[in-house]
């Protein structure tokens, strides 16, 4: 994927960085994490990596520009980013828990087959969808119950 990068920026007429590389790797090596700006930041700094955090800031909107990260809203009042798939330009669906945060990606046969009706019923070429699932985790509705069972 670094080769790819580099080709990309030559391309664009963008410098090839080693922060921009490493800010790749950080996503590389997340396993699926979505991450914000200052987690990717912060993961720098623990690197000994020197970097403005402006710098990550742009670097991170510039990857999503090329297309190596995919830009997310889950209403938190910040953008977190997950790799994008550049060989599979298809959406995804996330599961998020109101407790923890935690996200959870889910790719759902149902929720393609709707996709695609929708796309039938309005004539719509559907390129990309942004759909999430609110709800609690197995992990926080566990500690639910056990806080209701100390409570009683």
């Known amino acids: 994927m670094y080769e790819e990068l580099r080709n990309e920026l030559k391309k664009r007429k963008y410098r090839i960085t080693a922060q921009r590389e ?19 930041y912060r993961e720098l700094l623990n690197r000994n990596v020197r970097i403005s955090k402006a710098t990550v800031y742009r670097s991170v909107e510039l990857l999503v520009e090329l297309g190596f990260l995919r830009k997310l809203n889950f209403g938190e009042g910040l953008y977190r980013y997950e790799l994008a798939d550049r060989s599979n330009r298809e959406s995804h669906q996330h599961v998020i828990c109101q407790k923890c945060g935690r996200i959870v990606e889910i790719n759902s046969e149902q929720v393609n087959k709707i996709i695609s009706d929708i796309s039938k019923k309005t004539g719509y070429a559907i390129k990309w969808h942004d759909l999430k699932f609110y709800g609690i985790c197995p992990e926080c509705r566990e500690k639910e119950k056990e806080e209701e069972k100390r409570s009683k």
Do not use: C, D, Y
């Not at 590389?28 to 991450?35: I, K, T, V």
């Open 22 to 40: 490493m800010i790749l790797k950080i996503f590389l090596e997340s396993r699926g994490r979505h991450l914000g700006v200052e987690e990717v």
